[in-house]
């Protein structure tokens, strides 16, 4: 099932439709299950830092995308609010990347998440974070 556009992040750099914001990535989510998400991702030359190579603040933010829509899917907009990533090959342009989101567990008001980049049946990168529910308004005003 894919994961609607929600309104809360509708101009998002990782999800918003084209039209709502020209720089998106443009990734579109489906629910696997329960508590995991995934996304195909073209790796394509925009996207590169060294030559031939994407870069890993793209690849971190798909990571966290991918943990943050797996929440959004249940309905909970929460914030990263820790975030450690892995990179453990480099991730040539061209590549066709699944990028994966799940829930590992809740603690108190802390989500446990994970995620990883894979092509090929390989796993080019993985992040484990910590999300929370705000108890401010997202951004000050
Ligand atoms: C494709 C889908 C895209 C969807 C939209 C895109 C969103 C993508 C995700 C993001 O990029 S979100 C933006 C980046 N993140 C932020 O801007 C978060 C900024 N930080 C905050 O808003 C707050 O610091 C935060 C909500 C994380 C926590 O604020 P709180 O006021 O609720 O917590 P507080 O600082 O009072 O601490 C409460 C408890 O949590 C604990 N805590 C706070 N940060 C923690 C942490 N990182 N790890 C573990 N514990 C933590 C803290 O120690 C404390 O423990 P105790 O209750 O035991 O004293």
Redesign the pocket.
Request: aromatic share 6%.
């Given at each position: 099932m894919k994961t609607k556009r929600?309104d809360?992040?509708h101009q998002?750099i990782?999800?918003a439709a084209p039209e709502q914001n020209p720089a998106s990535l443009d990734?579109l989510?489906t629910q696997m299950r329960a508590q995991q998400v995934q996304a195909r991702f073209m790796v394509d030359q925009r996207y590169q830092g060294y030559q031939g190579v994407l870069h890993g603040g793209i690849a971190a933010t798909l990571l966290?995308?991918?943990m943050?829509?797996c929440l959004?899917a249940q309905g909970i907009e929460?914030?990263?609010?820790?975030l450690d990533v892995r990179f453990h090959m480099p991730i040539a342009i061209g590549s066709r990347l699944t990028v994966i989101g799940r829930q590992l567990a809740q603690k108190?008001?802390?989500y446990l998440m994970e995620a990883e980049l894979v092509a090929n049946g390989l796993c080019y990168a993985s992040a484990k974070a910590?999300?929370?529910?705000?108890?401010?308004p997202?951004v000050a005003p």
């Open positions: 929600a809360s992040h998002c990782v999800c990734l989510f966290d995308a991918a943050t829509q959004v929460a914030m990263t609010a820790s108190r008001n802390i910590k999300f929370m529910l705000p108890k401010q997202k």
